[in-house]
């Protein structure tokens, strides 16, 4: 049964940092571009960074640009998003996704492999 399983979330105040993992099972991450994204209540799934199949591109939405930093490590079968500088409007379930494609794209339409999700909040 191929499966992504997110780790990491939780409760974080505002400045701090959290690391999301993704580790995939029943399946090799190897050829597999990677992404995460993130739904808060209300609002729409938002693109949040994409790895290439390599690791060697990667794509970030504005609102987090120089703040997270998304990674892999083949070999683990596992892909991590470095959170830093986290603000109250980051609080989101945090969602990773896996296709085999040529680009790393935020665009939530082109994977059809998804984790459950893993709560982030971002509260004094």
């Known amino acids: 049964q191929l499966q992504l399983v997110e780790s990491g979330g939780g409760l974080v105040q505002p400045g701090g940092s959290l690391r999301l993992s993704c580790q995939a099972s029943g399946f090799s991450l190897i050829g597999y571009t990677m992404a995460w994204f993130r739904q808060a209540p209300g609002k729409e799934r938002e693109g949040v960074s994409a790895?290439?199949?390599?690791?060697?591109?990667?794509n970030y939405g504005d609102s987090v640009k120089g703040r997270f930093t998304v990674s892999r490590d083949n070999a683990e079968n596992t892909m991590y998003l470095q959170m830093n500088s986290l603000k109250p409007e980051d609080t989101a379930v945090y969602y990773c996704?896996?296709?085999?494609?040529?680009?790393?794209?935020?665009?939530?339409?082109?994977?059809?492999?998804w984790g459950q999700g893993t709560q982030v909040t971002v509260s004094s």
């Open positions: 790895i290439s199949a390599a690791g060697g591109t990667t």
């Open positions: 996704a896996a296709q085999e494609l040529g680009v790393p794209t935020t665009n939530s339409q082109y994977y059809s492999l």
